[in-house]
């Protein structure tokens, strides 16, 4: 159950890459023992937010606290050993492809800690058969399946006891039955071990299952945060209701119900039209190299 400690706190974070602002102003909390769901379009930044958590990129302006501490005022050892307590579970599930399963689980025992051999083969055995892995033990990466691949990278990121577990798009890639059993293995995690977990996903079912708090961002900017049951009402409205409710609530009804018709489609073909045609964004600005030949791809 969530607790009102606060594990992972974002304040007014901004992101940008040269000139193009990738995040603004993005504010959240994740409590002890919860499980938040970022979700949105593709490219509005969810993987640089969760990149910005786990510090491999540096904020442009605001914070980030993970466990209370303010990442940008730690030194190496002291990240260090904060990353100790947090593990990652990349798309991929990024394995080392000329190690075994146990081998990859075992790599962050053997750096970071001063276990013995045995106890370390142990503790990867013990990982293994919570994800369901125990008999490909000495499989290589190319042996297995994705959906085998991502419980594996699951099992690594598990392997050091973390308070919190990061995970991009963990379900991406995989059929509809494998892609629900990770979400289980999420929700056990969850449950039994009393991990935070912070999940970008654009899978709704996924994102439904798993998620006790969604926020949904779009354009770099939160539009809304808030419980699950709150995103399903607005799901489950018909499109009168959908109708009253703001601009913001119509992008995350869109968002939820997948369809083809909304402010998401309308904005992007009047944004494309009016760059194309004037060189001018949304609110009139002039759009650099935009309406003339050497225009955007
Ligand atoms: N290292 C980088 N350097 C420059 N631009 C970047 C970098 N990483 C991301 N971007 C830009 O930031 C924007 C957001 O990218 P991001 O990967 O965060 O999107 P996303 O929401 O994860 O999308 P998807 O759902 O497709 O994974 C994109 O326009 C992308 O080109
Ligand atoms: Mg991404």
Partial sequence: MATEEVRVAVRDLTKKFGTQTVLSGVSLDVRAGETVVIMGGSGCGKTTLLRLMIGSHDATSGTISLLGQDISQLDGDGFDALKKQFG?????????QSMS???NVALPLQEHTDLAPE????IVKMKLELVGLRPHAHKLPSQISGGMMKRAGLARAMAM?????????PSAGLDPVTSAEIDQLILELTKNFGVTSVVVTHEMDSAFTIADRMVMLDGGRVLKIGARD???RIRKLSASEANLLSEDEQIVYQFLRGAADGPITRRRSADDYREDLLGMDASGNPIEGAGSTHGRM
């Fill in 88 to 96: 990652i579970l990349f798309q991929s599930g990024a394995l080392f």
């Fill in 119 to 122: 106890v370390i083969e142990m």
């Fill in 101 to 103: 399963i146990a081998e």
């Fill in 161 to 169: 006891d973390p308070k919190i577990l990061f995970y991009d798009e």
């Fill in 230 to 232: 709150e995103f399903d």
